[in-house]
């Protein structure tokens, strides 16, 4: 199977504090990549994606990078406030296939 | 913005009993997918569906089926429910070769 992980189970910040969340893949042949938000009890919501043929993708206070050289993505949130406490995990994507990490835990501190 | 609905969010069943999870979708998408979330194990998935009448079996399909005879309804069957598929069991759907697939709010299960 494919290898789609995280460095870090979990993950506290500060209210305010920008974080980072990383996510390590195994086949450089996967098209895109996608970030989601998991609140307990809800399903995954979709943050950010990004294509293979970038490297930086920019939302609203979320940013994506994609390093294909060491396949490592990773999630960048800026003033992280408290209503982003959820899982974070990545996904990558090749053809019809998705592959998903088990995700990282971020808390926010107030 | 993209709805996947999954009519049953919280279900108890006995051992044995024939299970069904209903999963719309109203954004005309082609392809529906079927997961199920367990802790520390992240998303398998069971089966998917690229159109109307078309499956594929995903990672971990023994057990379950599968129904796609209109386009926007995606159904997973379990036959016999058994005491380990107590699970998280997610829906999803995706624009044939969008980037991206959406979820569902989850349908928890419960098999006693």
């Known amino acids: 199977g494919e290898s789609v992980g995280l460095h870090l189970p979990t993950l506290s910040v500060q209210e305010g504090d920008n974080s980072i969340i990383n996510c390590a893949y195994s086949?450089?042949?996967?098209?895109?990549f996608i970030w989601y938000k998991q609140e307990s009890g809800k399903g995954p919501q979709f943050i950010i994606d990004?294509?293979?043929?970038?490297d930086k993708r920019q939302g609203q206070r979320v940013t994506v990078l994609l390093n294909k050289t060491v396949k490592h993505l990773s999630l960048q949130i800026a003033a992280t406030q408290p209503g982003d406490s959820a899982v974070y995990f990545c996904?990558?994507?090749?053809?019809?296939?998705?592959?998903f990490g088990t995700g990282t835990s971020l808390t926010v501190i107030p | 913005d993209v709805k996947v609905t999954q009519s049953s969010r919280y279900l108890v069943k006995r051992t044995g009993e024939k299970v069904f999870l209903e999963c719309v979708q109203d954004?005309?998408?082609?392809?529906m997918f079927w997961y199920r979330q367990d802790p520390g194990l992240g998303l398998r998935l069971i089966y998917f569906?690229?159109?109307?009448?078309?499956?594929e079996k995903g990672d971990i399909p023994e057990g379950y089926s599968v129904s796609r005879e209109k386009k926007e309804r995606f159904s997973l069957i379990l036959e016999s429910a058994s005491t380990n598929q107590t699970s998280m069991y997610l829906c999803?759907?995706?624009?044939?070769?969008?980037?991206?697939?959406?979820f569902g709010e989850g349908s928890w299960l419960t098999v006693v």
């Open positions: 999803a759907s995706r624009a044939q070769g969008a980037s991206t697939i959406y």
């Open positions: 086949n450089s042949a996967s098209d895109y």
């Open positions: 990004i294509r293979s043929n970038m």
């Open positions: 996904a990558e994507g090749r053809g019809n296939q998705f592959y």
């Open positions: 954004m005309d998408h082609e392809n």
């Open positions: 569906s690229y159109d109307v009448k078309m499956k």
